[in-house]
C-alpha cells in the first residue's frame, strides 16, 4: 500500500489559485485512478477530481473549468491546480490511489 502526502493547501482569498501535491511513496503507475476528495465541516466527503492510468479525467461540476488535476509519473505526484477559488471551495482535501490509499489531508480556506 503506498504513502500519500499531500501539500500545497493554506488560505487563500476568493479569485485566487493554488496547486495541491500528492506525492506517493511508490510507483503510481499501478493504479487505475488517482485523484482528489474533499470534505468540509459538517458535510459528506466528495469527488473533486479524478484521472485514469490513461489520462482520462472527471471533475465534480462544481469545479469544471476551474480546477485541473494532473500527474507526473517520474516524480510519483498527483496534482490540482485550483483557480477562481470561491468560498464554497474551503475543505479538507484528500488524495486518493486505488480504493485503498488515503493521504492525510490538507486544509484549503478560501476567504471572501
Known amino acids: 500500500q503506498v504513502q500519500l502526502v499531500e501539500s500545497g493547501g493554506g488560505l487563500v482569498q476568493a479569485g485566487g489559485s493554488l496547486r495541491l501535491s500528492c506525492a506517493a511513496s511508490?510507483?503510481?503507475?499501478?493504479?487505475?485512478?488517482m485523484g482528489w476528495y474533499r470534505q468540509a465541516p459538517g458535510k459528506q466527503r466528495e469527488l473533486v477530481a479524478g484521472?485514469?492510468?490513461?489520462?482520462?479525467?472527471n471533475y465534480a461540476d462544481s469545479v469544471k473549468g476551474r480546477f485541473t488535476i494532473s500527474t507526473d509519473n517520474a516524480k510519483n505526484t498527483v496534482y490540482l491546480q485550483m483557480n477562481s477559488l470561491k468560498p464554497e471551495d474551503t475543505a479538507v482535501y484528500y488524495c486518493?490511489?486505488?480504493?485503498?490509499?488515503w493521504g492525510q489531508g490538507t486544509q484549503v480556506t478560501v476567504s471572501s
Open positions: 486518493f490511489a486505488g480504493t485503498q490509499s
Open positions: 484521472i485514469t492510468s490513461g489520462g482520462i479525467t
Open positions: 511508490g510507483s503510481i503507475f499501478r493504479y487505475d485512478t
